[in-house]
T-cell receptor, first 115, second 115 residues
């Protein structure tokens, strides 16, 4: 089974702190994604990566950056956390283009509270 | 906006089949139907997907009408652990440019499995 592991289930940070959210997948997937999920707004794509060191902006990249130095690991960075970044953050992965049939596999989520 | 319509909630008795409908009348020829579910405070879980033929896996069956304008997810023997919000999504399997990651979940159907 695909396993997508997010480093922290719950975090509490203060405004202005730098926050790292880590995601690791163990199925050799080429594509990895970061979303946030908020009540009434559904799932919104922040960034995605289809290869090591490659990244593409999603719908709401402002205030976030990402890093993909290894195929299995995709990190989301909040350079200076703000209260409006309080949310559930979800990491997902999927196969690359030639093998892809569209399924995304998600981690358990990281609930971030910024005070 | 979501391209699918689902009932907001359904109840099902434990051990009985749960049949979750989804309307997708504007589905395009190259779009698949995907089903995910999300148990409270966890990440979404992929269940099944299909293009035009009925599909079955260890979790569920997917019945797609011949005109592809609607589908039904069937959980053959629902358990209490199947209580979750179920999302029906239509999308292409893969597309460069970021749409691969764009999952429009909509509001889904909250399935409550009761003893």
């Amino acid at each position: 089974d695909v396993k997508v592991t997010q480093s922290s289930r719950y975090l509490v940070k203060r405004t202005g702190e730098k926050v790292f959210l880590e995601c690791v997948q163990d199925m050799d997937h080429e594509n990895m994604f970061w979303y946030r999920q908020d009540p009434g707004l559904g799932l919104r794509l922040i960034y995605f990566s289809y290869d090591v060191k490659m990244k593409e902006k999603g719908d709401i990249p402002e205030g976030y950056s990402v890093s993909r130095e290894k195929k299995e690991r995709f990190s989301l960075i909040l350079e200076s956390a703000s209260t409006n970044q309080t949310s559930m953050y979800l990491c997902a992965s999927s196969l690359g283009t030639t093998r892809n049939t569209g399924e995304l596999f998600f981690g358990e989520g990281s609930r971030l509270t910024v005070l | 906006d979501a391209k699918t319509t689902q009932p907001p909630s359904m109840d099902c008795a434990e051990g009985r089949a749960a049949n979750l409908p989804c309307n997708h009348s504007t589905i395009s020829g190259n779009e698949y139907v995907y089903w995910y579910r999300q148990i409270h405070s966890q990440g979404p879980q992929y269940i099944i997907h299909g293009l035009k033929n009925n599909e079955t896996n260890e979790m569920a069956s997917l019945i797609i009408t011949e005109d592809r304008k609607s589908s039904t997810l069937i959980l053959p023997h629902a358990t209490l652990r199947d209580t979750a919000v179920y999302y029906c999504i239509v999308r292409v399997a893969w597309d460069y440019g970021g749409s691969q990651g764009n999952l429009i979940f909509g509001k889904g159907t909250k399935l409550s499995v009761k003893p």
